[in-house]
């Protein structure tokens, strides 16, 4: 069975600039998150989504994140404008259903703004 | 509001030496544990889940409710253990993980 797919794997632009990430979760898998990892911490949930509905979505800094899932498979993350403090990984992680699911993460995309 | 600690950012033992990795949680319903690892190269994969009460590579990890901690142990390491080990917690709906800072685990030969 493939894994969760991300891509780009890594990006860097300057702040102010805009970035989106793509997501393909395990075919299947309802549940669909993003996670932003910063250097040195654990993953951070942004947002997940049942289908193509949010779930919880009070992680993400809403004045510059935005996040979709239209036809609840494929999802995609877009920041707008970048800042320093973004840098970081992005991960996307999907599970079968909501509750107590074991999540299968992606590779991530690493972020580096400058 | 839930929180995760890992008090130790990197643990270095010997091959064969016992582990411990420290997990404490802070919650005010009734928690689900897991342990997340991620290897060299690898992607974040789970390891165990409290709920499961399974033995994982050698590994096993009790809930300790009174202590509000979830310490993953194992009596022997080895070098392939050598990875980042996050504890993470859910909250009641099962829905959102918290995860802890991580512990970078060192098996030296």
Request: proline share 5%.
């Amino acid at each position: 069975e493939a894994g969760v797919a991300q891509s780009p794997r890594y990006k860097i632009i300057e702040k102010r600039q805009s970035v989106a990430f793509w997501c393909n979760p395990i075919s299947g898998h309802a549940t669909l998150y993003w996670y932003q990892q910063i250097l040195g911490q654990g993953p951070k949930l942004l947002i997940q989504f049942q289908n193509n509905g949010v779930v919880d979505d009070s992680q993400l800094p809403k004045d510059r994140f935005s996040a979709e899932r239209l036809k609840g498979v494929d999802s995609t993350l877009k920041i707008q404008p970048a800042k320093l403090e973004d840098s970081a990984v992005y991960l996307c992680a999907s599970s079968l259903q909501l509750r107590l699911e074991t999540q299968y993460f992606g590779p991530g995309t690493r972020l580096l703004v400058l | 509001a839930q929180r995760v600690t890992q008090p130790e950012k990197l643990l270095s033992v010997f091959k064969g030496a016992p582990v411990e990795l420290k997990c404490n949680y802070s919650y005010s319903g009734s928690p689900e544990l897991f342990w997340y690892v991620q290897y060299s190269r690898q992607r974040l994969q789970l390891l165990l889940r409290h709920i499961s009460r399974e033995s994982i590579k050698g590994f096993t990890a009790d809930l300790n409710k009174g202590e509000t901690s979830f310490h993953l142990k194992k009596p022997f390491a080895q070098e392939e253990d050598s990875a980042m080990y996050y504890c993470a917690l859910s909250n009641n709906a099962g829905n959102m993980l918290t995860f802890g800072g991580g512990t970078r685990l060192m098996v030296k030969p």
